[in-house]
């Protein structure tokens, strides 16, 4: 089965969805697909069904008569006859579905899966019943594959507390297009422009077809009034995306507490601590509506790459944290149609709140996936740490912490020590402290021998610093090596 050419990367899901769909033997089998919103899932579960020539049904927010009538259309167009009788409820439904799908395997897509059990609960419990032992799908050939974004709810599916724990053959997230993937779905060369792009819009490919009125930004000159045209333009449909993902994930008691949580974390406030200060909690209040947010990934939660027990919060979706750092305040002013007028205004705040914890995070995305060579061996995790340095009663911030791998009784071992700025020339300065922070380290007894020292920048390297990285082992890494070393 050939990928269309309309579908963009997405090649190992793709390779994935296929092998499931068309792997033979009797007896229907159950994958399961989650991701968030607009990342692509039903882009490519229709691209399978059509290919397959399988079933595609997308549930509605409807009761369960009404949704029941339209996967029945959607059974008979796949079988090109009508299914008879209309089906009672869910058990019939899908008994009858195993029964006709029986002389070849064929994907059967559920998408948006959710909404469906959202009025008919027992779905689950029906569905496991007819795949297991003694039911209905013992027969069949059906490859059923459940999709849908509400991610807590799709984890749930198959936890060890569902009845379809331990049921499904296939498990795959549809996750945003890379840095790299997506520069090239925009269609952007300039690693610059494809960096402050990404910033916005990140790698999720709705942003760049579905809402058509957001074509890329011609050059870096144009980005200005990209930004006032498109997702600071009312009238645009991206203006009012941050706002819809936020109500739609938070559908929770007290959503001003979830709103402020996100607010803190785009202004800057970082910890569990900071956080709880801004929002006027006791931080042992903030456990439960941060888990929530990392629940349905609209923030991540990042470890301290060199000691337990100190994560730090950032916004995981680039369009959110561009809402929350710029739009958000405001939005009423911004609404009445005066982008053009706010964005000198906001720039700053951008360059500040936004690009350079999306820089950082770019950064961190580079050194995972392309640091081996780099760092003479695959990296094992990438993040951030805070190193404390008691003597001089300072903290080291240390943006890019590259971890190797190493054994049971050996020091871990780092491999490498970095810093990431966006938006201001790096100097020698930024090398001394990173140097600093080897020695503490290495005096705190981690393995430090090999470890590069890096500077990443969006802006450039001050000629002292270009001269000491041709003398030390020094690695400088600028946006043409984050886009394409
Ligand atoms: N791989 C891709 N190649 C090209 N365009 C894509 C791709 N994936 C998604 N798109 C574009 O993004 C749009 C939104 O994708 P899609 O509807 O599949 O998202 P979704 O994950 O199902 O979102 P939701 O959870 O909101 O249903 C598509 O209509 C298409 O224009
Ligand atoms: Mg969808």
């Not at 297009?177 to 952007?188: E, N, P, S, T, V």
């Not at 439960?288 to 337990?308: F, M, S």
């Not at 020698?428 to 290495?442: K, N």
């Not at 981690?446 to 690695?475: K, M, N, Q």
């Amino acid at each position: 089965m050939v990928k269309p050419d309309h579908v963009f990367d997405r090649d190992a899901e793709w390779a994935d969805l296929t092998a499931f769909a068309s792997r033979g033997g009797e007896g229907a089998t159950l994958g399961i697909v989650s991701g968030r919103r607009r990342h692509g899932k039903s882009y490519l579960l229709q691209a399978l069904a059509t290919v397959s020539g399988g079933v595609y049904f997308a549930a509605t927010r409807d009761t369960e008569a009404v949704s029941l009538r339209a996967f029945a259309d959607a059974l008979a167009e796949h079988t090109g006859r009508p299914v008879g009788t209309p089906f009672r409820d869910w058990s019939d439904a899908v008994s009858r579905l195993f029964e006709q799908v029986r002389d070849r395997p064929v994907p059967v897509v559920i998408d948006d899966f959710p909404f469906l059990m959202r009025s008919t609960p027992s779905l689950p419990s029906i569905l496991a019943r007819e795949l297991g032992p003694g039911g209905r799908g013992r027969g069949s050939t059906a490859r059923l594959l459940l999709c849908g974004s509400a991610l807590p709810v799709m984890r749930g599916l198959l936890g060890g507390r569902s009845p379809l724990h331990g049921r499904a053959g296939l498990e795959i997230a549809i996750r945003p297009l890379g840095y790299r993937d997506a520069a090239r779905f925009w269609g952007i060369g300039d690693p610059k422009l494809a960096a402050m792009t990404h910033a916005i819009v990140g790698g999720t490919p709705a942003y760049g077809r579905q809402f058509t009125d957001c074509a890329a930004p011609a050059s870096l000159a144009d980005f200005d009034a990209w930004v006032v045209r498109t997702v600071l333009s009312p009238a645009g449909a991206l203006f009012r995306e941050a706002r819809h993902l936020l109500a739609e994930e938070t559908t929770v008691r007290n959503p001003a507490v979830y709103h402020s949580a996100l607010a803190a974390v785009a202004e800057g406030h970082e910890t569990v601590k900071e956080i709880a200060e801004y929002v006027g909690r006791r931080p042992s209040e903030m456990g439960h509506p941060l888990g929530v947010l990392v629940d349905c990934a609209l923030l991540a939660r990042e470890p301290d790459a060199l000691r337990t027990g100190r994560p730090t919060y950032r916004i995981a979706e680039p369009l959110v944290a561009f809402y929350e750092a710029v739009m958000r305040r405001d939005w009423v002013r911004l609404e009445a149609g005066g982008g053009d007028r706010l964005w000198p205004e906001l720039r700053p705040t951008f360059e500040s709140r936004v690009m350079e914890p999306h820089f950082e995070g770019l950064c961190h995305r580079f050194a995972l996936e392309h640091g081996g060579a780099i760092f003479g061996e695959l990296p094992r995790t990438v993040g951030r740490a805070v190193v404390n340095d008691g003597e001089r009663r300072e903290r080291i911030q240390v943006d890019v912490v590259v971890m190797g791998r190493w054994g049971p009784n050996e020091r871990a071992r780092i491999l490498s020590l970095g810093q990431a700025r966006w938006g201001q020339e790096m100097d020698d300065s930024d090398v001394t402290r990173l140097g600093r922070a080897r020695d503490l380290l290495a005096a705190r007894g981690f393995d430090v021998e090999g470890c590069v020292l890096a500077c990443y920048s969006g802006t450039g390297f001050a000629e002292p610093l270009r001269a000491r990285a041709a003398a030390e082992r020094i690695e400088l890494i600028d946006l043409q090596r984050l886009y394409t070393g």
